[in-house]
């Protein structure tokens, strides 16, 4: 429920007298594609991050923090929110949920197979008295063994599904990405956006319960894994320098705030980057399933 996410992570509602280029720049992007405009909203906290949610039209939002809005310019604040709004395009929202339905699906056919499971009879109660104590421990030992195949299908089941479902959210950030170049004409304007959210994501109010729903985990280690809900800042940048033509640039520049010019082509003033926005000759399959 949007209440619920609003007081997670302390997300409040702005129109566009409080915010007026933060709702003009959104509101521009989804009229671009022809989108209902999603509610906007503004969190109070230095670090740098945004996240949408909402199942429905009616009840869509995308939230960014304070810190997000002073220390991006507006071509990567422009990004962001492209990045956001292309979740709400692709529904991911509904996908996760779905995706959380089958984790519980899959939880509880573990357990069905755990309570169906004929174990040995004997083990406790039901054996004569004349049974050898032999008899009693090979029929005990029994019973414990298929209690641990049990427990092991079990886990294994509820393992798998939290495994897809991550899989699920880190292709989803990368479908974003490749959303919000489609949308702004601007993957160095992304690139900078991920490096300078990179270095201060965290937003202490929000729960870690919310951490996948964000442009970047506010809770996230270092080191990424397979249990991970977003593929690392290093992942996604190079995937938008190999297919989206973008250019990378070196990590001092990441805490300023002037934008990236892309290089330009030797004896052409106005050369566009190469990639799939750009003038292209061939584009190699990528994370984004083109």
Request: glycine residues 8%; proline residues 6%; positive net charge.
């Amino acid at each position: 429920h949007q209440a619920l996410i609003d007081q997670a992570t302390g997300a409040s509602s702005v129109t566009r007298a409080d915010a007026p280029k933060l709702y003009n720049t959104l509101e521009n992007l989804c009229i671009s594609r022809g989108l209902p405009m999603p509610a906007l909203k503004i969190i109070e906290a230095e670090g740098l991050n945004a996240f949408a949610s909402g199942l429905r039209d009616s009840n869509y939002s995308i939230a960014v923090t304070r810190g997000l809005l002073e220390r991006l310019d507006d071509a990567e604040l422009e990004a962001v929110l492209g990045h956001e709004l292309t979740h709400i395009r692709n529904r991911d929202t509904q996908l996760l949920v779905v995706a959380l339905i089958f984790a519980g699906i899959f939880s509880f056919i573990g357990q069905l197979m755990f309570r169906s499971w004929n174990f040995p009879l004997g083990f406790g109660s039901g054996r004569r008295s004349s049974d050898s104590d032999s008899d009693r421990k090979s029929s005990g030992g029994g019973a414990a063994i298929a209690i641990i195949i049990a427990i092991a299908i079990i886990a294994i089941s509820w393992g798998l599904a939290v495994l897809i479902r991550f899989a699920l959210s880190r292709r989803r950030e990368y479908l974003a990405d490749s959303g919000s170049v489609e949308l702004t004409k601007n993957p160095d304007a992304l690139i900078s956006a991920l490096r300078k959210i990179a270095v201060a994501p965290q937003i202490p109010q929000a729960s870690s319960h919310m951490s996948a729903f964000f442009i970047e985990s506010p809770a996230m280690a270092p080191e990424r894994s397979w249990f991970s809900t977003h593929p690392s800042i290093e992942s996604r940048v190079a995937a938008l320098v190999r297919y989206a033509g973008g250019h990378d640039v070196p990590p001092a520049s990441f805490l300023g705030t002037s934008p990236i010019v892309p290089e330009q082509s030797a004896g052409s003033s106005n050369a566009s980057p190469k990639g799939p926005w750009g003038r292209f000759s061939a584009r190699p399959k990528g994370p984004w399933g083109g």
